[in-house]
């Protein structure tokens, strides 16, 4: 499917708790996220090539077409090749919610909040953190969005949360 250029890629740190920066959250190609200075938590999964971009998702690609998301160097999963058989790709985070639940329970991360599966456009399955709940469903086009949050050291990073495509618009 579309939506897949090349990238490089660097490290991982944890995500936690969060509050909407955005405005919006439009499609790819519409009008441009709102997001702060702040870095981004994830830079191994997400890239946002400016205050303004986009976010996307970094993956790797696979000669026979598998892509893997978040990417890895130990070789495809579905046929066993090298890692060196594949290329850094970046994705449009974008796809249909296919399950979501409330936590209400955490010992680190201020409660409730939703998570949900989501099955990605360009194919990857990936259990996400989920932004206004209330008018989603199994089923629902969900879009990437990046969100300010602060971790258990009181550290202010950006992280992706998934919310309704289209939402604001």
Do not use: W
């Not at 190609?29 to 709102?34: A, H």
């Not at 200075?37 to 077409?65: F, H, M, N, Q, T």
């Not at 890895?72 to 296919?98: K, W």
């Not at 990073?157 to 495509?165: I, S, T, V």
């Amino acid at each position: 499917m579309g939506g897949l250029i090349e990238v490089e890629s660097t490290h991982f740190i944890e995500c936690v708790t969060s509050k909407l920066i955005e405005s919006d959250l439009t499609p790819p190609g519409g009008e441009e996220f709102l997001v702060s200075d702040l870095p981004i938590r994830r830079p191994a999964l997400v890239l946002a090539e400016s205050a303004g971009a986009s976010p996307k998702l970094r993956a790797r690609r696979c000669a026979c077409g598998y892509v893997a998301c978040p990417p890895h160097n130990y070789g495809c999963e579905r046929c066993g090749a090298s890692c060196r058989e594949s290329v850094d790709v970046q994705l449009i985070p974008s796809g249909v919610l296919t399950a979501l639940t409330s936590v209400y329970v955490h010992a680190k991360l201020a409660t409730p909040y939703a998570v949900g599966r989501v099955t990605l456009d360009a194919g990857p399955v990936l259990d996400v953190r989920l932004e206004d709940v209330s008018e989603l469903a199994i089923g629902s086009r969900v879009l990437g969005g990046l969100f300010a949050s602060t971790d258990a050291a009181g550290v202010e990073a950006l992280d992706l949360h998934f919310g309704p495509e289209g939402h604001g618009s």
